[in-house]
């Protein structure tokens, strides 16, 4: 992944996305320091500026300008160049005077050989301010301003022009980072990416817009871990790569992760997934990553984009123009909840066309009963655990990235999520008094049944499909539906399908109790009905036709877990059967009645 980085970079650099600035990071700037030729200063204000929102409220906006690159210093006294805390550039606060003596020292290394007005009015500063004096000669407005950006970057400027636009002291400070780095490393070698020889990155720089992401935190090494340490190399030496690749993977995946086009974020998995490509223009990248979240970029291409995705959809691939179906597309998924490592959860690489015909067959796959199929982007929100309240709880277990990895590879569904499935049918079952199996949870059972057991699993009602498990779940339903047809019009609790997870679990047991309370309550009742006596007696014979259906062992007496999901697959469609002839009976009967009023 790190060398499709290194490769996209290249490719953002030849297309003008970037520009190669190595030692040079976006920052917020909050306050301005300006000084005159002598050092003596003339100002300190703030940058922050307010201006309306989408939704017409005011907000406050801090500038950002690109800086020299900030170390990561944890608790370390390192100071920065041209901007830095109040601490590092004023003296001020508890660790105040060995903070400026090191940004003092720092200047003057840097800028001492430097023939430039503005490098000779920083430096007098450093040489004639006063620590003892420093807070006394701010006035009380400046002093609340210090005081409400206290870890905020302080930019000094010379007569109004800031170092970063003066010529000298740029090349001064890209020659200074070239040679020392900038990550303090003191280690030559040879990168295990591209293997090129130069200086080994020490710490590799946080990745901005990557959720949980603690500074520092690297994406191919893993700091202060034991079996790096069985090597004899921490941190990043364990994993040596050049700064200047470093630089050039992180400059790539923060171009990615700040763009929507290329970026989304999945609240319940927590992770972030990235999709990009070298090989074709950002409409077709954002087009992919749309298939798999349904989170569209602000562009021009929407309307191409989600119309192609339908027409996918519909198995018809027709790509728009300037659309190249060959294209080598990577995607991955990033996971930084454990603290400072970013993991990769899954990585995919492969052709444009490959990845949505592997996005078409699962949805088709878990399309039943005319429902549309369960979409790439909402499979944990739509199938998995649920809080009491009915929110969905975080996936800590990663079972998203597993699902996501076998879509895209037309591989096996993680074996897990069938359990978490039939568990929460059961669960949800027992809380709800009259329970009806949702489409995405019947639709993905299907695919699972298709996908990993290589079953044929009809999309409608399959009426010669002989699995015990199958058979048993239209059972159910036939029984469940005597007893709705038994309490038509009341408001009395419906209890059956309260009773699937038993069902399912041990049909020997359950269906000869449940054979005694329907002959017993429901169709007894329906019997003695002048108007239900009817259809007391279709239902029956519905029902009776059903168990006949069973092999001479008759029920079993337990079902295995492929079988529960036959169990549920066959539940809906029949339950699905008698909801589609109840409307169409419904319907019939309207148009009866119209055509008796327009003979009327």
């Known amino acids: 992944m790190i060398r499709a980085l290194l490769d996209f970079y290249e490719y953002l650099l030849d297309t003008g996305l970037v520009e190669e600035q190595f030692g040079w990071a976006e920052m917020a700037v909050p306050m301005t320091l300006d000084v005159d030729s002598e050092g003596k200063v003339l100002s300190l204000k703030s940058n922050v500026y307010t201006e309306k929102n989408e939704k017409g409220k005011e907000q406050q906006i801090v500038p950002r300008m690109l800086l020299p690159y900030h170390p990561v210093r944890s608790n370390n006294i390192l100071p920065c160049i041209f901007a830095d805390k109040a601490e590092y550039l004023l003296g001020i606060g508890p660790r105040g005077n060995k903070a400026f003596a090191a940004m003092k020292s720092l200047q003057e290394k840097l800028l001492e050989d430097v023939d430039s007005p503005v490098a000779k009015g920083i430096?007098?500063?450093?040489?004639?301010?006063?620590?003892?004096?420093?807070?006394?000669?701010?006035?009380?407005?400046?002093?609340?301003?210090?005081?409400?950006?206290?870890?905020?970057?302080?930019?000094?400027?010379?007569?109004?022009?800031?170092?970063?636009?003066?010529?000298?002291?740029?090349?001064?400070?890209?020659?200074?980072?070239?040679?020392?780095?900038?990550?303090?490393?003191?280690?030559?070698?040879?990168?295990?990416?591209?293997?090129?020889?130069?200086?080994?990155?020490?710490?590799?720089?946080?990745?901005?817009?990557?959720?949980?992401?603690s500074t520092g935190a690297p994406l191919c090494t893993i700091n202060n871990n034991s079996c790096v340490h069985a090597t004899g190399r921490e941190q990043g030496y364990g994993t040596p790569m050049t700064e200047l690749n470093v630089y050039r993977y992180s400059t790539a995946l923060?171009?990615?992760?700040?763009?929507?086009?290329?970026?989304?974020?999945?609240?319940?998995?927590g992770m972030n997934i990235l999709c990009w490509s070298t090989e074709c223009d950002e409409a077709q990248q954002a087009a992919l990553l749309f298939a798999m979240t349904g989170a569209l970029g602000k562009d021009e291409s929407g309307n191409r984009t989600t119309e192609y995705l339908k027409r996918i959809y519909m198995g018809l691939d027709i790509p728009p123009e300037g659309f190249n179906p060959n294209a080598y597309m990577h995607i991955v998924g990033l996971d930084s909840r454990d603290g400072y490592i970013i993991r990769t959860v899954f990585c995919y690489e492969g052709s444009f066309q490959e990845l949505t015909e592997n996005i078409r067959r699962h949805y088709w796959n878990t399309r039943i009963c005319g429902r549309g199929g369960v979409p790439f982007y909402r499979i944990y929100e739509m199938i998995c655990k649920k809080k009491a309240d009915g929110g969905v709880i975080a996936d800590k277990s990663r079972i998203t990235a597993d699902i996501i990895n076998s879509i895209m590879t037309n591989g096996k569904y993680p074996e897990q999520i069938l359990d978490l499935l039939l568990r929460q049918i059961q669960n949800e079952a027992q809380g709800t008094e009259d329970y009806l199996l949702n489409a995405s949870q019947a639709g993905f059972l299907r695919a699972y049944l298709i996908q990993n057991k290589k079953e044929s699993v009809t999309e409608m009602l399959d009426t010669e499909n002989r699995d015990p498990g199958y058979l048993c779940g239209r059972i159910f339903a036939a029984a469940v539906n005597i007893e709705r047809a038994s309490k038509a019009g009341e408001q009395t609790r419906r209890t059956m399908a309260q009773k699937l997870g038993e069902a399912m679990r041990h049909p020997a047991d359950f269906f000869p109790l449940m054979f005694a309370d329907l002959n017993g309550a429901y169709l007894r009742k329906l019997y003695t009905r002048e108007k239900t006596a009817g259809l007391a007696s279709i239902l029956e014979k519905e029902l009776g036709e059903l168990v006949d259906l069973l092999p001479n062992g008759g029920y079993p007496r337990k079902l295995s877990r492929a079988q529960q999901a036959q169990f549920c697959t066959g539940y809906y469609q029949q339950r699905n059967k008698y909801i589609q002839d109840a409307a169409a009976k419904k319907a019939e009967k309207e148009k009866k009645n119209e055509n008796n009023e327009e003979a009327a």
Do not use: M
Request: proline share 4%; glycine share 8%.
């Open 254 to 269: 923060e171009y990615l992760t700040h763009s929507p086009l290329h970026n989304f974020y999945d609240k319940y998995s």
């Open 123 to 213: 430096l007098r500063f450093f040489g004639t301010w006063d620590l003892s004096s420093a807070s006394d000669k701010f006035s009380e407005s400046q002093k609340e301003l210090l005081a409400e950006y206290a870890t905020g970057n302080i930019l000094i400027t010379v007569n109004g022009v800031p170092p970063t636009e003066d010529r000298a002291c740029v090349s001064a400070y890209n020659a200074y980072i070239k040679e020392v780095g900038i990550s303090g490393s003191t280690l030559h070698g040879i990168d295990c990416i591209t293997g090129e020889y130069g200086t080994i990155c020490r710490v590799h720089p946080k990745i901005k817009g990557i959720r949980a992401a």
